[in-house]
């Protein structure tokens, strides 16, 4: 993580290429010890794929990890900047799409729900609440992935960006962090509180799934 010391601002990398518990407890920890107010740029980088775990346990483990950083980026009240940078699956996608301003690389791709893993704790839920039932029900029963572009264009990122993504996101936040009081309040305001009774049943609801899938 690194910090400001003149503006509420930290920037958080997620960099690897599995999102497995460890990496998803580091997240978490990191982001409960960044001031809630501060605006957060979350860095995704490169390729995060994600592993359904060897065995029932495994999976509910690694569903409640996904779930406490769904929790954790769901507590602040300042704003969080995603930024990602390559082709993105499961758990990461999550954690994209519980992130207020969502940026995109040219060549970053989505699959929010693969053919080979169960659902990921919570995608159900925040692909519901951003592109409807509906179509939240085609992604995840043809397991499509999504470029950048129709990613923007169905509603689950902000924007495409040409160029240096991270840099983009960086500027962005750094522009939220200062008048952060202001960033606050329009992110209450307009974001609306989150509703923490469904979160937490859905990321409960496909913890159990997730351990049931064979």
Known sequence: MTTDADLPFARVDVAGEVLDADLLGTLA???????????????????????????????LAHAHAVGRVLDAVAGRRGPVVAAATGPLEAGAVALLLASDVVLLDTTAELTP????LPPTAG????????????????????????PADEAVRLGLA???????????????????????DRAVLLRQAVGGPSSTRDRTTAVGFDAEAAAAWS
């Open 29 to 59: 920890r990191t982001l409960r010890r960044t001031p809630a107010t501060h605006t957060v740029v979350l860095v995704l980088a490169g390729a995060l794929s994600e592993s359904a775990g060897a065995s029932p346990e495994d999976r």
């Open 113 to 116: 729900v693969p053919s080979r």
């Open 123 to 146: 995608i159900g839920w925040l692909l519901r609440r951003d592109v409807g039932r509906r179509v939240a029900l085609d992604l995840a029963l043809s397991h499509r992935v999504l």
């Open 158 to 180: 902000t924007a495409v960006v040409e160029g240096d993504v991270v840099s983009a996101a960086v500027a962005r936040a750094r522009a939220l962090a200062a008048d952060p």
